[in-house]
């Protein structure tokens, strides 16, 4: 008995929503999306790299680190400084989790600049050195920082 009040309300809730959907107003489909442009995902290689370059000459897309950084023109402490032909910036940090007994910047974002096997991070709203390590015989690898930063 159980089962058939069940099947029955079952049925009767299906009745009174086939009704209210022929009841309701017809409306149009919505208009199908204008063809998507091609995504890069499906491009091939040299393809994705040429639309890279383009839109970069464009000045659509800019780098704010790796080796395309090379020689950039960068802010730090509220001047404009041109980093050698050999120095990029390595990471630009806007998070970081400080390991106890490490370096840990009160400042974000801040600027990984790389110089060779030298690093030095460095606030770029305030000039503040948080931490740097040069290699061997490379004491003066951030140098041409010292006019705008502090330690």
Excluded: N, Y
């Amino acid at each position: 008995m159980k089962k058939v009040l069940v099947s029955g309300l079952t049925a009767a809730g299906l009745i009174l929503t086939a009704t209210a959907s022929l009841s309701a107003p017809v409306k149009a489909p919505p208009a199908a999306p204008a063809a998507a442009p091609a995504l890069a995902a499906s491009l091939a290689p040299a393809e994705k790299l040429r639309l890279q370059e383009q839109l970069e000459g464009d000045g659509r897309i800019q780098a704010l680190s790796g080796p395309r950084t090379l020689g950039a023109l960068v802010s730090i402490g509220g001047r404009k400084i041109q980093l050698p032909a050999d120095a990029f910036i390595a990471k630009f940090v806007v998070g970081i989790d400080c390991m106890p007994g490490g370096p840990c910047p009160d400042e974000l974002p801040f600027l990984i600049l790389a110089r060779g096997q030298s690093q030095v991070w460095v606030g770029p709203r305030t000039g503040r050195i948080f931490h740097e390590r040069t290699a061997p015989g490379h004491d003066q690898a951030f140098a041409f920082l010292r006019e705008v930063t502090q330690p």
